[in-house]
């Protein structure tokens, strides 16, 4: 049984995919009317915010959920690398793509929603929901409006479903 050398087309694959959906996403995202509305809200801050502490208790909670979810995977995928090899490298590799994947697609998200904000006439924060409700709610609501819809529609769910394809290999093979 060799475990995860299997598999290994599988998993680059579904580890690839969804960035390149991303990517397409992206720039088709950033050439809609208002996205540079909602990038303006994802990126200007809101000092006056700091000082709530739901503000700091959102942020923590995102970290330890965004960086802590695969954990125990890399643990016992990491038995697979020869007793030499540079974890530090890896772990610092994986910090630095987890924090370029959510900036990447907080900037597909919050073009979108610009988009979405423009086309109600409101603001963007009226727009914004978080939580699982953004991606199948709202994301399928904007699809219908961006032609051909059933592309975008096909793509994005097909990147989901990679996702958890990808991440049921990985809890599998650990």
Not at 5 to 24: C, D, E, M, Q, R
Not at 43 to 52: G, I, N, S
Request: glycine share 10%; proline share 3%; net charge negative.
């Amino acid at each position: 049984w060799k475990g995860l050398h299997n598999s290994g087309k599988i998993l680059w694959f579904s580890a690839i995919f969804p960035y390149v959906v991303l990517a397409i996403l992206c720039v088709k995202a950033l050439t809609l009317e208002g996205a540079s509305n909602g990038l303006a809200y994802l990126y200007t801050p809101q000092w006056h915010r700091l000082l709530e502490s739901e503000v700091w208790i959102d942020g923590g909670t995102q970290i330890f959920f965004s960086y802590g979810v695969g954990i125990g995977a890399l643990l016992a995928l990491g038995s697979y690398n020869k007793f030499h090899h540079n974890c530090h490298r890896d772990a610092i590799m994986v910090c630095c793509i987890n924090t370029f994947t959510s900036f990447f697609s907080a900037t597909v998200i919050f073009s979108i929603l610009g988009y979405m904000a423009h086309i109600k006439g409101v603001d963007v924060g009226d727009v914004v929901k978080s939580g699982p409700g953004l991606a199948f709610l709202v994301y399928p609501e904007v699809v219908l409006t961006i032609a051909p819809s059933p592309l975008w529609a096909c793509l994005f769910f097909v990147m989901l479903l990679t996702l958890g394809i990808d991440s049921q290999f990985c809890g599998v093979e650990a």
